[in-house]
């Protein structure tokens, strides 16, 4: 039996990188995953890939867009009858020195990885409440706690991941929903590029996927309620 049978979750940013990884883990451990991102394509080749480990299904969604969101976690609960995870996972990087950056960016960063993270964290709580419980996974940064330069859009949005998560563990805990955040540090993805010589050690995808996993599996009625997650040459530790 795997760890997560029965379960379904809902994993955004599920069709590149850490959210590809976190999705075949999920079922590989006998989940059913339903892995959303703004692209078909790209959801549909990552679903491809994923379809031999188990049931996966695709929903093409802006995790800006409040009623995107909302049809999202409206289509998993009909399809499948419940959602029992939910991986908010959905997150860009963009920065550059702070007396140099554009509203535009900020706001862009700001809408994906917080309000993003609000608005799917809304939704879930509003299909595992009636249920009495379920499970929310936050993806957030060792940036959250060491911010480095040029990123101040994204420590800050991360940092509001964070004070998220808190807000949203308390009131979720008498309804049964726990409400947790992961922290990785250096994960290598394909999208920093074929050849890219790293100038600090990094793990793979795999074991930030392996952590989802572990505070997904935790019994009801406990909550692994933060993890960093991080290579151990990475300088993280300090740093500052």
Not at 154 to 164: E, T
């Amino acid at each position: 039996m795997g760890k997560l049978d029965s379960k379904v979750a809902v994993i955004t940013g599920g069709a590149t990188g850490v959210g590809r990884g976190i999705s075949r883990a999920f079922a590989s451990e006998g989940a059913t995953v339903v892995i959303a991102s703004r692209n078909r394509k790209s959801l549909e080749r990552a679903a491809a890939e994923i379809r031999p480990y188990g049931t996966v299904a695709v929903r093409p969604t802006d995790v800006t867009d409040e009623a995107q969101v909302a049809a999202l976690f409206d289509d998993a609960s009909r399809r499948f009858g419940r959602v029992d995870v939910a991986v908010n996972n959905a997150g860009i990087e963009e920065g550059g020195p702070l007396h140099e950056l554009p509203l535009e960016t900020w706001e862009r960063v700001v809408a994906v990885n917080l309000t993003g993270v609000f608005l799917c964290c809304r939704e879930a709580m509003r299909v595992m409440m009636p249920r009495g419980g379920g499970r929310i996974i936050n993806i957030g940064s060792t940036a959250a706690q060491m911010p480095r330069p040029n990123a101040a859009a994204y420590a800050a949005s991360k940092f509001g991941v964070v004070g998220l998560t808190h807000a949203a563990a308390i009131e979720g805990r008498e309804h049964g929903v726990a409400v947790c955040c992961l922290h990785p540090g250096n994960v290598d993805i394909e999208t920093r590029g074929p050849g890219r010589i790293h100038p600090e050690p990094m793990m793979e995808v795999a074991a930030v996927a392996d952590a989802a996993v572990a505070m997904a599996a935790m019994p009801p009625d406990v909550n692994l309620y933060q993890a960093i997650i991080l290579p151990l040459g990475m300088p993280y530790l300090g740093r500052g």
